[in-house]
């Protein structure tokens, strides 16, 4: 069975941190592709940083340069390490594991307040 469990989510201050981290279990991240997606009320579900079997990283321009995706394959976790964070950054993030079909962490909320 297979299991994703986000944390690290919260409230913090225009201009602060968060690292989010993504534990897997029935999965191992680094045979598939993992990502991090938000959802803003009233918007659509978007990508914020995915990184290949390769350890290759991508980003949209919204995050790049604030947002690193990370993962220790031995702890089989996958981590987004968010700077300079934005009130535009408040959603809830969910961690994403693709192999023939996508998994999906329940999500975690982060508030960036002005």
């Known amino acids: 069975q297979v299991q994703l469990t986000e944390s690290g989510g919260g409230l913090v201050k225009a201009g602060g941190s968060l690292t989010l981290s993504c534990a897997a279990s029935?999965?191992?991240?680094?045979?598939?592709?993992s990502g991090w997606y938000r959802q803003a009320p009233g918007k659509q579900r978007e990508l914020v940083a995915k990184?290949?079997?390769?350890?290759?990283?991508t980003y949209p321009e919204s995050v790049k340069g604030r947002f690193t995706i990370s993962r220790d394959n031995a702890k089989n976790t996958l981590y987004l390490e968010m700077n300079t964070l934005k009130p535009d950054d408040t959603a809830v993030y969910s961690c994403?594991?693709?192999?023939?079909?996508?998994?999906w962490g329940q999500g975690t909320q982060v508030t960036v307040a002005s």
């Open positions: 029935g999965i191992t991240f680094s045979r598939g592709l």
């Open positions: 994403n594991w693709f192999d023939r079909r996508d998994y």
């Open positions: 990184i290949s079997t390769y350890g290759t990283k």
